[in-house]
């Protein structure tokens, strides 16, 4: 199984940055499609930001222009740069990856914890 442990999260003023940072870890041959999800209390589950393995990137509308994903394959791990953070934006935000394992076929996917951003002054 992989597993993904993610690290940033925390306390940040309105108008201050964070960086999310998501390193996978176990039996992987290669990591398709990565992305950050959030979960607000009332809301439901929202893709914030996914980028494949070729690149491409989208956005929740939303998050345009002050987030941005990337990614190092070299190490397995995906970041979510936020700027310009708001409020609204308290949520849990959850890792997920979609990978390939040696010697078969067929996507997996794996869910990390969870980090906590709260944007409040």
């Known amino acids: 199984q992989v597993q993904l442990v993610e690290s940033g999260g925390g306390l940040v003023q309105p108008g201050g940055s964070l960086r999310l940072s998501c390193a996978a870890s176990g039996s992987i041959f290669s990591i398709g499609a990565m992305g950050w999800y959030r979960q607000a209390p009332g809301k439901q589950r929202e893709l914030v930001a996914a980028?494949?393995?070729?690149?491409?990137?989208n956005y929740a509308d939303s998050v345009k222009g002050r987030f941005t994903i990337a990614r190092d394959n070299a190490k397995n791990t995906v970041y979510l740069q936020m700027n310009s953070l708001q409020p609204e934006a308290t949520a849990v935000y959850v890792c997920?990856?979609?990978?390939?394992?040696?010697?078969?076929?067929?996507?997996?996917?794996?869910w990390g914890q969870g980090t906590q951003v709260t944007v409040s002054s």
């Open positions: 980028i494949q393995s070729g690149g491409r990137t």
């Open positions: 997920n990856v979609y990978y390939r394992k040696r010697y078969s076929t067929g996507e997996y996917t794996s």
